[in-house]
């Protein structure tokens, strides 16, 4: 059974451009949720995909988004990067939408100059 | 909201010492609780979770009771081992699509 998959590992970009994250969800998982953990805190939920559709989000601003294709598999998109933006964005899959148990892939540490 | 307040660290130990880790929790319904361990340049691993009243989770040693009446699922582990230093996230779902977190321990055990 494959894992959580998230590409790339590490990534530097400068203010005001724009990053596109990866994520494979687990074998036999539909739901994918998206993560931002800065240094010292813990994750923060940024919003779910289930079925292609997002399916709830947190307190983020419109320049985080995200899409999930027909294999599961997802992106998260954050536009005009900030500074604050630096953190590491965590993936997680979970059988299904009303499946409480998350499994996480290693994270995509971003870090904006 | 749902929040989850969890004991501030650094804890550092001696091999074989017992850990405890407080967590407790603010949820408007009744809500699983996890806890999550994340190893140095890792993500997140389930360590255990309970999804009502009175169960104990437990995994690798570990073990945490939810307790209704006190808001609480404290962690522990009566004999603690160089590879258990991580920091450890206690987190709550309250039958919705999203996990809150504490703002994680870490511990350090020294040999």
């Known amino acids: 059974e494959t894992g959580v998959t998230q590409s790339p590992t590490h990534l530097i970009k400068t203010r005001g451009q724009q990053v596109t994250l990866r994520c494979s969800s687990q074998s036999g998982h539909n739901t994918v949720s998206w993560y931002q953990q800065a240094l010292g805190q813990g994750p923060q939920f940024i919003f779910q995909y289930y079925r292609e559709e997002e399916n709830g989000r947190g307190n983020f601003p419109p320049r985080f988004s995200g899409l999930q294709f027909p294999n599961y598999s997802s992106e998260l998109n954050v536009n005009a990067l900030e500074l604050d933006d630096s953190a590491l964005y965590l993936c997680?899959?979970?059988?299904?939408?009303?499946?409480?148990?998350?499994?996480f892939g290693p994270g995509t540490r971003l870090l904006v100059l | 909201g749902d929040s989850v307040t969890q004991m501030e660290g650094p804890v550092t130990l001696s091999e074989e010492a017992f850990l405890t880790i407080n967590c407790t929790y603010t949820a408007t319904g009744y809500p699983s609780l996890f806890w999550y361990v994340q190893y140095p340049g890792e993500g997140l691993q389930l360590l255990l979770k309970a999804t009502k009243a009175d169960d104990k989770g437990s995994n690798k040693g570990f073990e945490a009771t939810y307790r209704k009446e006190t808001t609480s699922f404290h962690l522990e582990k009566g004999s603690v081992q160089v590879s258990d230093s991580a920091v450890y996230f206690c987190?709550?779902?309250?039958?919705?699509?999203?996990?809150?977190f504490g703002a994680g321990t870490t511990v350090t055990v020294r040999a």
């Open positions: 997680a899959s979970s059988f299904w939408a009303g499946e409480e148990t998350q499994y």
């Open positions: 987190a709550l779902s309250d039958r919705d699509y999203k996990l809150s």
